[in-house]
Each structure stands twice: as structure tokens, then as C-alpha cells.
Nanobody, 130 residues
Framework: EVQLAESGGGLVQAGGSLRLSCVAS????????IGWFRQGPGNEREGIACISGSDGTGFYADSMKGRFTVSSDNAKNTVYLQMHSLVVEDTAVYYC???????????????????????WGQGTQVTVSS
């Protein structure tokens, strides 16, 4: 059974940074993509970034380029999302999701319904204060 567990969320001041982690288990490491998504208050769920399990290539949604960096540590089965220069509008629940398709497909639609991707974590809250 595939399981995803996010952590690292919390309260941060505007301008600050956070690193989120997504620990994944129960899947074939060579045939997956893990993506990061978020849903803010009153907003639709949107894609941020994803990373290929086969070669570690990162891919970003156009609107998210610049302040977010996705990386992975295969030895720890963990994917990270480093976030910099946070603004109040980044306040959201952040989710990771695992899917067998490639990154451009994983991030290829907005909003992203739950059924679009195969496995989701429970989410971690990020709150940015002004």
C-alpha cells in the first residue's frame, strides 16, 4: 500500500523560509513521480512542483518558478519542497501526491481534483503571517 506523509509545515513570518518533507513508501521507486500541491483558503488546489523518481529531474508550474525548489533523497524515500521568500498568499495546506505519469502530466491541470492523481498525503498546514 502506498503511503505518503508530509511534515515541516508551521507558522512563519513573511519573507521567511520553510522546508517541507514527504516520506513515501509502498511503491516501485523506478516508476513514479511525486508532486507538491497546495490549497489555500477559498482557493482551488494547484500544482507547485514535481520530481521524477527515475532520474530526479524537477519540474515546476510556471507560476511557482523562482521561490520553490523540489529535491529528493532516495535513500530516505523523501521528497522535499524548499520554500523561500514566503508571502501571506502562500498560506495553504500543502500536499504531496504520487502518480505513475510524468511531471508535465502530473502538473498539467488546474485545479487538480483528488481523483486526478493516484495517491495523496494528508497534507501539512503552512501559515505565513504578515
Amino acid at each position: 500500500e502506498v503511503q505518503l506523509a508530509e511534515s515541516g509545515g508551521g507558522l512563519v513570518q513573511a519573507g521567511g523560509s520553510l522546508r517541507l518533507s514527504c516520506v513515501a513508501s509502498g511503491f516501485d521507486k523506478d516508476d513514479y513521480t511525486i508532486g507538491w500541491f497546495r490549497q489555500g483558503p477559498g482557493n482551488e488546489r494547484e500544482g507547485i512542483a514535481c520530481i521524477s523518481g527515475s532520474d530526479g529531474t524537477g519540474f515546476y508550474a510556471d507560476s511557482m518558478k523562482g521561490r520553490f525548489t523540489v529535491s529528493s533523497d532516495n535513500a530516505k524515500n523523501t521528497v522535499y519542497l524548499q520554500m523561500h521568500s514566503l508571502v501571506v498568499e502562500d498560506t495553504a495546506v500543502y500536499y504531496c501526491a504520487l502518480d505513475p505519469r510524468v511531471c508535465p502530466v502530473v502538473l498539467g491541470t488546474t485545479p487538480i481534483p483528488w481523483h486526478y492523481l493516484e495517491h495523496w498525503g494528508q497534507g501539512t498546514q503552512v501559515t505565513v503571517s504578515s
